[in-house]
């Protein structure tokens, strides 16, 4: 099991950057396939990207390729989610999550991924 804390978020003009992290807990992280999604109130989630265990292989959603950057560090448990280029539409809440190993068919699906974090509100103004 892994438990997992976001924090990062926060409120900036468009063509800003933030960069979010997610610590997590356990000494199981490094086995764990782990990805980044977001979501409005009232739609689905959505995957952002997503990080092979060794983090060779990187997974994002054709609306973020460019402007975000996926990483993370197995010996501090943590994953990273570099946001450059902030437009409007970016504006949600945003979750890291693990899971076990994964395709690219399912890396960016939520419901492959069985720990979450709570949330944390990335706001992006015009």
């Known amino acids: 099991q892994v438990q997992l804390v976001e924090s990062g978020g926060g409120s900036v003009q468009a063509g800003g950057t933030l960069r979010l992290s997610c610590a997590a807990s356990?000494?199981?992280?490094?086995?764990?396939?782990m990805g980044w999604f977001r979501q409005l109130p009232g739609k689905e989630r959505e995957g952002v990207a997503a990080i092979s265990t060794g983090g060779s292989s990187t997974y994002y959603a054709d609306s973020v390729k460019g402007r975000f950057t996926i990483s993370r560090d197995n010996a501090r448990n943590t994953l990273y989610l570099q946001l450059n280029s902030l437009k409007p539409e970016d504006t949600a809440m945003y979750y890291c999550?693990?899971?076990?190993?994964?395709?690219?068919?399912?890396?960016?699906?939520?419901?492959?991924?069985?720990?979450w974090g709570q949330g944390t509100q990335v706001t992006v103004s015009s």
């Open positions: 356990g000494n199981t992280y490094s086995s764990y396939f």
């Open positions: 999550a693990a899971g076990p190993p994964l395709s690219a068919f399912g890396a960016l699906k939520p419901g492959w991924y069985k720990y």
